[in-house]
T-cell receptor
């Protein structure tokens, strides 16, 4: 089934712990994105990748890192989680960059940092 | 700065009523794209429509219609004869045509929670 998968579905994490959220797409899309969704704020871009081997910072990148070793995978790492990183995280992909193509979203990961 | 405003935080209607969700955007770019996404209670984000800034024709898809007015920077979404299954949070989003090095970024509004009661 074509689409985007994210793992885990949800996670409770102690502050200070390291955590990697996984994202895989099988649509061979060039661009991938990580957003966080917080109540009353909509979705905000954390990091993006235009193509394998490149990444860039979004609106709220602090405390997060990403890598793009291949086309399909785009993991998001929290090096030392803090309670303000409690959120729902969405991975997305699009066929091309520069905002011209529709972004399709994964099912999301609900992360709680205590 | 680019911005999307969905002034209606929550809307409640009774089934079969028509409902319009407002979206107002700000951008300095002449080329941009507008989107609507639906987020049902299950949590996933479902793409509904994309419209580019050069196409001001209204669009209809079944019970859904969109009214794009560049003069007022609005891209409103109307559901005709609403149904309980339409209950969801709806997001309007703006994307600009950026260069390759900057990447595409969606700027989301805060969302409108629509509740359709039987």
């Amino acid at each position: 089934i074509a689409g985007i998968t994210q793992a885990p579905t949800s996670q409770i994490l102690a502050a200070g712990r390291r955590m990697t959220l996984r994202c895989t797409q099988d649509m061979r899309h060039n661009a991938m994105y990580w957003y966080r969704q917080d109540l009353g704020l909509g979705l905000r871009l954390i990091h993006y990748s235009n193509t394998a081997g490149t990444t860039g910072k979004g609106e709220v990148p602090d405390g997060y890192s990403v890598s793009r070793a291949n086309t399909d995978d785009f993991p998001l790492t929290l090096a030392s989680a803090v309670p303000s990183q409690t959120s729902v995280y969405f991975c997305a992909s699009s066929d091309s960059v520069a905002g011209v193509d529709t972004q399709y979203f994964g099912p999301g990961t609900r992360l709680t940092v205590l | 700065a680019q911005k999307v405003t969905q002034a209606q935080t929550e809307i409640s209607v009774v089934e079969k009523e028509d409902v319009t969700l407002d979206c107002v955007y700000e951008t300095r770019d002449t080329t941009y794209y507008l989107f609507w996404y639906k987020q049902p209670p299950s949590g996933e984000l479902v793409f509904l429509i994309r419209r580019n800034s050069f196409d001001e024709q209204n669009e209809i898809s079944g019970r859904y219609s969109w009214n794009f007015q560049k003069s007022t920077s609005s891209f409103n979404f109307t559901i005709t004869a609403s149904q309980v299954v339409d209950s969801a949070v709806y997001f309007c989003a703006l994307s600009e045509t950026l260069n390759y090095n900057q990447g595409g970024k969606l700027i989301f509004g805060q969302g409108t929670e629509l509740s359709v009661k039987p």
